[in-house]
């Protein structure tokens, strides 16, 4: 089912491209203001070209991305078109040849309003302690429709609230706009959630009604990223975070990910794209962190530990063993590894062993740091600031702890950052900027990158390119891996021998190149993919987007831009990276690189036992 | 992830009914109503077996069996007991009758008595809107029903 409306909305962009070659365009009045648009267009789309920005609760489209979802359900983006009966809904209303219509008359604005009042009447009123007040979409509706009462009262669903590590589920805050399920099904084709039951009853549950832990939820966040109301957050660490804080006994350091510098400025007001990484630092800083280090350290160790495996099996091709496996897949990112684990388990062997900089961080910090700062394992706590929810989950997984103390405590998300920082009083706009702590902290070009999709592959090439040539790389933008496109591929010349490279984000994207493999179609030696669309740049922890895809541009923009600043842009360069593996790790893939540095995954597939 | 049990043979047989109609995803709702006539009524497991051999999630399935009030996660009683909700059975008490049977049988719509014998559950026309309200039990159908009928009419099945 879910294939086949993935293929209808295909059909649909086919048609519409197709109208738009005959360039039949059409003549109408929105709001006593003429456009002209191509066949095909809705009312919606129209009004948006003219300035008009009709409220909706469930349409959604993120347009470089090819995600668009129009139910028509909300009810919120009604107009009146003259001469018809009844209000239409602009989002999924095609215009027509001389259409006059109204989106805020006295009409419109009633029932918008009305609308809005009996959403509400099956709503939770506990917007002051709801975790997503002040940053939801129903909330800023119903204060911009001036909804001061509500004129309707009945029964109200009540549901249990679903807490998994990551992601928590309140669906007495669901508002039926289904855009989770589209983001679920259709984008990332993980299949967790569907609407289930009928009227009244029905809500948007894992099957069987059953806890999304208990699901093939990835974690990913993408639902989450996109939620209106407070139904779907994340797991909130910040109280745990400030108890830690305030402990004298305990040395707190702090870790954060490439894509968080990119976006965090969102949240005071910043332009999107802004970085931020320098006044990050000092708000981590004044926070009362210990020390404040940077996952595109362990990002570069990755590179490292990934490139040398990289480099090892595609030797082994060479050499004709039949048994090693290619492409080799990366591992950086925790949605994919849940992805490839619930849905792909016969595959588990493919990805790289490499840990992600997340949990490579940790361990490195628990031994190699703890020792050059004299402080005991139990006494340190390693926290994550990630734009990720699945990293939430991943720092608790087993294998990442040592007798039952993680190498990552926990995770927190961009969002989460911004909401600490102004607890404290801080406004990040005004904060000096200030560098990382070392030896954990000096990153070069090739870590940053990390946060953008192609990135990973990218600062893989650059180092796997020097160490298998042993010549020095020329120019290091490999602009053929950049870009938004879901799925993407490229050769690179490793001084004669091409190298395919493939490249996807978004795990529906994943899945084609995936089920290429097991099809023993796939031409490519490595395939770098992240779970979510355009990368952890567009991750399920980071500001909320509100539907506007140019964002995710311009964060990734940010990221080359910081790349391109930095005086070492390859990941063997780094100093403190030569000098971890003098003082401690040996070389790239030794045996205790592979214990601290490498894991395995697991079959968390459903499994079927006969009797 | 829980682990699914169910015996070889009705795996058999679902993995059959499946590829009757070509493991084809948008046969979903033929298979569901073939399995439920196989089984008596659509489990879980055999809702992840489904959904496996037509490589849709299993949330979807569970999502269309939940949607539609033919398909049921319960098995169904000895005597099924239908009760018309359709527009002339209601405006005629089709919903007095329908309490009564609940009370009567001390069970919820869509569940089945502990002894297995009746289940609840309602429909929307039967096309014999002329006898409304309409109750069916098994194939038979009981026209004008009152609710001052219904225990006789259970009565009749209890010995």
Not at chain 1, 434 to 459: C, K, M, Q, R
Request: hydrophobic residues 35%.
């Amino acid at each position: 089912m879910v294939l086949v409306w993935r293929n209808v909305s295909l059909m649909r962009l086919a048609f519409s491209k197709e109208d738009l070659k005959m360039e039949k365009m059409i003549k109408l009045t929105i709001d006593n203001k003429q456009i002209e648009v191509p066949h095909g267009t809705t009312i919606y789309e129209a009004a948006k070209e003219l300035g008009i920005e009709i409220p909706t609760l469930c349409y959604m489209h993120l347009g470089d991305m090819g995600i668009e979802h129009k139910p028509g359900g909300c009810r919120i983006c009604v107009v009146e078109v003259e001469g018809r009966r009844n209000l239409a809904p602009s989002c999924n209303s095609k215009c027509e040849e001389g259409m006059v219509i109204h989106t805020h008359n006295m009409r419109v604005l009633n029932a918008r309003k009305t609308v809005m009042e009996l959403m509400l009447s099956d709503h939770p009123f506990d917007c002051l302690v709801c975790a997503k007040s002040g940053n939801c979409d129903l909330q800023t509706m119903a204060h911009q429709f001036g909804v001061r009462e509500l004129h309707y009262k009945g029964e109200q669903s009540t549901y249990k609230v679903d807490y998994s590590p990551s992601i928590i589920r309140d669906m007495d805050k669901c508002i039926m706009c289904r855009r989770c399920e589209t983001m679920c099904n259709d984008v990332q084709t993980v299949g967790a959630l569907s609407a289930v039951n009928r009227g009244f009853e029905s809500v948007v549950a894992p099957a069987f009604e059953m806890d999304l832990e208990k699901s093939t939820c990835t974690y990913c966040g993408q639902c989450v990223a996109v939620c209106p109301t407070g139904a779907l957050t994340e797991k909130d660490h910040t109280n745990q975070l400030i108890r830690d804080l305030a402990d004298p006994k305990k040395t707190v350091v702090v870790q954060t990910a490439p894509a968080v510098r990119a976006a965090l400025g969102e949240e005071f007001g910043m332009e999107a794209g802004t970085l931020v990484t320098g006044k990050m630092v000092s708000a981590l800083r004044r926070l009362g962190f210990n020390s404040v280090f940077d996952t595109d350290f362990a990002a570069d160790l990755t590179i490292m530990e990934e490139g040398t495996e990289l480099l090892e099996r595609l030797q082994k091709h060479l050499d004709g063993d039949k048994d090693v496996k290619l492409p080799i897949l990366t591992s950086c990112c925790p949605g994919w590894v849940n992805f490839f684990e619930h849905h792909f388990p016969d595959m588990k062997d493919i990805p790289s062993t490499a840990r992600s900089p997340q949990q490579m961080f940790g361990p490195i910090a628990k031994t190699y740091l703890a020792d050059k700062m004299g402080v005991k394992r139990e006494d340190m706590i390693v926290v994550s600031i990630m734009p990720c929810l699945a990293k939430k989950y991943e720092c608790q997984r087993d294998e990442f702890k040592v007798d039952g103390d993680p190498d990552v405590n926990y995770s927190i998300s961009t969002r989460e950052l911004a909401n600490l920082i102004k607890q404290a009083n801080m406004d990040l706009t005004t904060l000096p900027e200030e560098d990382f702590d070392n030896p954990l902290g000096e990153s070069t070009g090739a870590g940053v990158i990390f946060g953008a999709t192609g990135g990973v592959i990218e600062a893989a090439a650059r180092t796997a390119y020097e160490v298998y040539t042993g010549k020095t790389l020329e120019k290091v933008d490999f602009d053929a891996l950049r870009g938004m496109e879901g799925i993407r591929s490229a050769t690179v010349d490793f001084d004669g021998l091409p190298i395919n490279i493939g490249i996807a984000h978004g795990l529906g994207n994943a899945r084609k190149l995936l089920e290429d493999i097991r099809d023993g179609k796939s031409q490519y030696h490595a395939i770098e993919i992240m779970a979510c669309p355009g990368g952890c740049i567009g991750g399920g922890g980071q500001p909320l987007h509100h539907g506007d895809s140019s964002i995710l541009k311009k964060r990734a923009a940010a990221l080359y831009r910081e790349d391109e600043g930095k005086a070492i842009r390859k990941s063997h360069e780094n100093p403190y990276i030569i000098k971890l593996y003098e003082e401690f790790l040996g070389k790239p893939c030794s045996e205790l690189s592979h214990k601290l540095l490498h894991t395995h995954y697991f079959d968390k597939s459903n499994e079927i036992e006969i009797e | 992830m829980a682990k699914i049990k169910l015996a070889k043979s009705k795996v058999d047989t679902l993995v059959e009914i499946c590829k009757s109609f070509n493991n084809e995803g948008s046969e979903l709702i033929n298979v569901l109503h073939k399995a439920q006539e196989t089984f008596g009524y659509l489990p879980a497991e055999v809702q992840e077996i489904i959904a496996r051999e037509l490589n849709v999630a299993v949330a979807h399935v569970y999502g269309v069996v939940t949607f539609y009030s033919f398909f049921s996660m319960v098995p169904k009683g000895e005597f099924p007991i239908s009760i018309c909700m359709g527009t002339a059975c209601y405006v005629r008490g089709a919903e007095k009758v329908l309490e009564e049977f609940k009370r009567q049988l001390d069970v919820p719509v869509g569940e089945t008595t502990e002894d297995g014998k009746f289940s609840i559950s309602c429909l929307r026309c039967v096309g014999a809107c002329g006898l409304a309200p309409v109750v069916t039990i098994g194939e038979r159908v009981y026209g004008r029903v009152a609710a001052g009928d219904v225990a006789d009419i259970i009565k009749e099945y209890q010995s």
